[in-house]
C-alpha cells in the first residue's frame, strides 16, 4: 500500500519561503514511470498542480509558479519536498503530495496538509 504524508510549518509569514515534505512508504520514489508531484487548493477554488520531480529526478513545473517553486528528493529517506519563496496570503490552501504515473494519472494522494500565509 503506497502511503504518503506531507508535513512542514502550517503558518508561514508573508514573503517568506513555503517548505513542505512528503514522506512516501510502500514505493521507492525511483521506481520507473512514477511522477511525485505537489497539488494545492485554495479555500473555495480547484485544484492546482504546481510541479513534479520524476524518477530520475528530472523537474517539471508549472510555468506561473517556475520561477518561485523548486521541488528536490532525498532518496535515502524516500522522500520529496517543496519550496516555494516569495509566498503570498493568496497562497493559503491545503498542499497535497501526490503520486502519479508519468503525470497521465494520479493515483495516491496525502491528506493534505494547510498552510496559512499571514503575518
Known amino acids: 500500500q503506497v502511503q504518503l504524508q506531507e508535513s512542514g510549518p502550517g503558518l508561514v509569514i508573508p514573503s517568506q519561503t513555503l517548505s513542505l515534505t512528503c514522506t512516501v512508504s510502500?514505493?521507492?520514489?525511483?521506481?520507473?514511470?512514477?511522477?511525485w508531484s505537489w497539488v494545492r487548493q485554495p479555500p473555495g477554488k480547484g485544484l492546482e498542480w504546481m510541479g513534479a520531480?520524476?524518477?530520475?529526478?528530472?523537474?517539471y513545473y508549472s510555468p506561473s509558479l517556475k520561477s518561485r517553486t523548486s521541488i528536490s528528493r532525498d532518496t535515502s529517506e524516500n522522500q520529496f519536498t517543496l519550496q516555494l519563496s516569495s509566498a503570498t496570503p493568496e497562497e493559503t490552501a491545503v498542499y497535497y503530495c501526490?503520486?502519479?504515473?508519468?503525470?497521465?494519472?494520479?493515483?495516491?494522494w496525502g491528506k493534505g496538509t494547510q498552510v496559512t500565509v499571514s503575518s
Open positions: 510502500g514505493e521507492a520514489i525511483t521506481t520507473d514511470f512514477y511522477y
Open positions: 501526490v503520486r502519479s504515473f508519468q503525470l497521465i494519472y494520479m493515483d495516491y
Open positions: 520531480i520524476d524518477y530520475h529526478g528530472n523537474t
